[in-house]
Antibody, heavy 115, light 107 residues
Framework: EVQLVESGGGVVQPGGSLRLSCAGS????????MSWVRQTPGKGLEWAAN????????HYVDSVKGRFTISRDNAKNSLYLQINGLSVEDTAVYYC????????WGQGTLVTVSS | DIQMTQSPSSLSASVGDRVTITCRAS??????LGWYQQRPGKAPKRLIY???SLQGGVPSRFSGSGSGTEFTLTISSLQPEDFATYYC?????????FGPGTKVDVK
């Protein structure tokens, strides 16, 4: 059974940083692009970033470029999202997903930016 | 960026109804589109990929069609568990973009 488990969310002050993690199991992690998608409270979905199987290619939405860094460790079946320079607008549930086009999603981890 | 619009933004329906949701792209995206269902408090789940292919395990009452700029998700006979919000996602051009969602609730 495919499983994705996100962790690392929490409450952080504006300007702070967080590192989100996503542990994958039940599939060959190294064979798939991986993605991060976020959902702001009560609002819709925003595709944030994705990364190629070997980590050689990354893509970001403009609103996070320069502040978010996606990475992966295939030996650990893990995906990461380093988030710097957090603002209140980054408050959201962050989901990791299998595939460049987000085919299967984890349950999400909540990031709250508040002073 | 490619803008995705959905219509309607919400609809009220009854169990057994046929429901159709439309997604339009601001430029052609071939068939690089997925449809997702999100129930309250849950993660989204992909129902349809490549515009018209049914994801494994998804009931056959869901179907997708379209290519280019106009796409449709149809639920042939609405079931109680189908009351949810539905989103489309284009993955033809970076940055990938979601539609704003269509909420299906009980009439």
């Amino acid at each position: 059974e495919v499983q994705l488990v996100e962790s690392g969310g929490g409450v952080v002050q504006p300007g702070g940083s967080l590192r989100l993690s996503c542990a994958g199991s039940g599939f060959t992690f190294s064979n798939f692009w991986m993605s991060w998608v976020r959902q702001t409270p009560g609002k819709g979905l925003e595709w944030a970033a994705n990364i190629k199987q070997d980590g050689s290619e990354e893509h970001y939405v403009d609103s996070v470029k320069g502040r978010f860094t996606i990475s992966r460790d295939n030996a650990k079946n893990s995906l990461y999202l380093q988030i710097n320079g957090l603002s209140v607008e980054d408050t959201a549930v962050y989901y990791c997903a299998v595939g460049a086009a987000a085919g299967f999603w984890g349950q999400g981890t909540l990031v709250t930016v508040s002073s | 960026d490619i803008q995705m619009t959905q219509s309607p933004s919400s609809l009220s329906a009854s169990v057994g109804d046929r429901v159709t949701i439309t997604c339009r792209a601001s430029q052609g995206i071939r068939n690089d589109l997925g449809w997702y269902q999100q129930r309250p408090g849950k993660a989204p789940k992909r129902l349809i990929y490549a515009a018209s292919s049914l994801q494994g395990g998804v009931p056959s009452r869901f179907s997708g069609s379209g290519s280019g700029t106009e796409f449709t998700l149809t639920i042939s006979s609405l079931q109680p568990e189908d009351f949810a919000t539905y989103y489309c996602l284009q993955h033809n051009t970076y940055p990938f973009t979601f539609g704003p969602g269509t909420k299906v609730d009980v009439k």
